[in-house]
């Protein structure tokens, strides 16, 4: 069965410490692979796609590494705005639409 | 602010009452999306619409019926609900479903109370 299982549930970090988030897959014909962040009440907003292993993407403090089994989302140096839940989904494997993690929640502490 | 646009953004409504709920994006894109969003859950997918043609999630009840009056609008109509449809409704719009490899770009939900 295609799914995509995300690494940690939840995670607490102090302002400037820099950590990542997984991203762990098995996708049957894998389309891209997204990053998106959540804050509470909103919509997802769009943050990556990554296509082939070796991918790297960037913005700002955010960066996000793709392999042929998990993706990594890298965040440096991290500011309390930067808290949100932070989701990974999968097109691919035949399906219309999204198939999402279950998210990482991101606590930035000042 | 997000392109898609989603109206209203709350909505309570009795088991036996019918309403609609509405989304409308202005980026141009040919596919678009409902997904249904619990608390502390991720997003899972109930429609899309693709060049005007669709695609049903199978285990999503008939009390829930979308609608595309054209590739801008998207109605999800709702008829004799239950309390555990009680969520957050999200829509999404892409350049194309189909690859399905483009980014969807999502708006800030209704949110749906059943009493």
């Known amino acids: 069965e295609d799914q995509v299982t995300q690494s940690p549930e939840a995670l607490r970090l102090q302002e400037g410490e820099s950590s990542s988030l997984n991203c762990s897959y098995t996708?049957?014909?894998?389309?891209?692979l997204f990053w998106y962040r959540q804050d509470p009440g909103k919509g997802p907003e769009f943050l990556f796609t990554l296509y082939s292993a070796g991918e790297e993407k960037e913005k700002e403090r955010l960066k996000a590494t793709l392999t042929k089994k998990e993706s990594f989302l890298h965040i440096t140096a991290p500011k309390p705005e930067d808290s949100a839940t932070y989701l990974c989904a999968f097109s691919g494997g035949g399906a219309d639409g999204l198939t999402f993690g279950k998210g990482t929640h991101l606590i930035i502490q000042p | 602010d997000t392109e898609v646009t989603q109206t209203p953004k709350h909505l309570v409504m009795g088991m036996t009452n019918k309403k609609s709920l509405k989304c409308e994006q202005h980026m141009g894109h040919r596919a678009m999306y409902w997904y249904k969003q619990k608390a502390k859950k991720p997003p899972e997918l109930m429609f899309v619409y693709s060049y005007e043609k669709l695609s049903i999630n199978e285990s999503v009840p008939s009390r829930f019926s979308p609608e595309c009056p054209n590739s801008s609008l998207l109605n999800l109509h709702l008829h004799a609900l239950q309390p555990e449809d009680s969520a957050l409704y999200l829509c999404?719009?892409?350049?194309?479903?189909?690859?399905?490899?483009?980014?969807?770009?999502f708006g800030d939900g209704t949110r749906l109370s059943i009493l």
């Open positions: 996708v049957s014909g894998l389309r891209g």
């Open positions: 999404a719009s892409s350049q194309v479903s189909e690859p399905s490899n483009q980014p969807q770009h």
